[in-house]
């Protein structure tokens, strides 16, 4: 993930600076949350999938002064120490406060299902329906959402696209790639498409989109 190219991205750390949100424990950081303020006037589930689009959004809203009307969350990491704390709930808590604090009403969140690394060739739409005995969400991270009260508009095959060479895919993934075809990567939501004609791999980041406030 850390090799996709994202115009706008280093915005969040100067123009965006202050909704970027930071969890630390004995000044040692343990998670963090990444947001960008834009702005939308049509349906929400017409809204763009490509993260990059949204992020080009969000600077030019700033750049014309335009006053945001949706808090777009663009990712929530926790330090793999601190794991099972329940710290991926406190973050998007912090998010949704964040969005109470600058006024927009409306918070979105393109989720990365937790479990879909384990199910890669299964549809994201698919996925996303899937339900334990006791009917709650199959996957961790859309539990977290639905129990503070986020609701799925719509899913995405594409949200994020990452693109390199054969070498760099196999040094990104650990695995050797030999001929054209689809690679399970470990971490990935879906496949990564090599073609060895072309030199070239691309992968397409699925994600749930779920959102928070009163516009649908």
Same mark, same amino acid.
């Given at each position: 993930?850390?090799?996709?190219?994202?115009?706008?991205?280093?915005?969040?750390?100067?123009?965006?600076?202050?909704?970027?949100?930071?969890?630390?424990?004995?000044?040692?950081?343990?998670?963090?949350?990444?947001?960008?303020?834009?702005?939308?006037?049509?349906?929400?589930?017409?809204?763009?999938?490509?993260?990059?689009?949204?992020?080009?959004?969000?600077?030019?809203?700033?750049?014309?002064?335009?006053?945001?009307?949706?808090?777009?969350?663009?990712?929530?990491?926790?330090?793999?120490?601190?794991?099972?704390?329940?710290?991926?709930?406190?973050? $998007?808590?912090?998010?949704?406060?964040? /969005?109470?604090? !600058?006024?927009? #009403?409306?918070?979105?969140?393109? &989720?990365?299902?937790? =479990?879909?690394?384990?199910?890669?060739?299964?549809?994201?739409?698919?996925?996303?329906?899937?339900?334990?005995?006791?009917?709650?969400?199959?996957?961790?991270?859309?539990?977290?959402?639905?129990?503070?009260?986020?609701?799925?508009?719509?899913?995405?095959?594409?949200?994020?696209?990452?693109?390199?060479? $054969?070498?760099?895919?196999?040094?990104? /993934?650990?695995? !050797?790639?030999? #001929?054209?075809?689809?690679?399970? &990567?470990?971490?990935? =939501?879906?496949?990564?498409?090599?073609?060895?004609?072309?030199?070239?791999?691309?992968?397409?980041?699925?994600?749930?989109?779920?959102?928070?406030?009163?516009?649908?």
């Amino acid at each position: 993930m850390l090799n996709w190219e994202c115009k706008g991205w280093s915005e969040l750390f100067t123009t965006f600076a202050d909704y970027q949100i930071v969890l630390t424990r004995d000044e040692t950081l343990i998670a963090y949350g990444y947001t960008i303020p834009i702005f939308w006037e049509g349906e929400l589930i017409d809204i763009p999938d490509d993260l990059t689009i949204l992020v080009e959004n969000g600077v030019s809203t700033y750049q014309k002064g335009i006053k945001p009307n949706i808090l777009l969350a663009l990712a929530a990491v926790v330090s793999p120490n601190h794991k099972g704390e329940g710290l991926s709930y406190e973050i $998007v808590k912090a998010m949704k406060c964040l /969005s109470k604090q !600058k006024q927009i #009403d409306t918070l979105i969140v393109p &989720v990365r299902p937790t =479990l879909k690394t384990k199910y890669p060739l299964i549809p994201i739409d698919k996925y996303a329906k899937w339900k334990t005995d006791d009917g709650k969400a199959f996957d961790p991270w859309l539990r977290v959402h639905d129990k503070l009260g986020g609701v799925i508009f719509k899913t995405a095959e594409i949200s994020m696209i990452i693109k390199g060479n $054969v070498n760099e895919w196999e040094e990104w /993934s650990n695995l !050797k790639m030999l #001929d054209s075809g689809s690679y399970v &990567v470990e971490g990935a =939501l879906s496949p990564v498409e090599i073609s060895i004609e072309k030199d070239m791999g691309i992968y397409y980041d699925p994600c749930v989109w779920v959102k928070y406030g009163n516009t649908i």
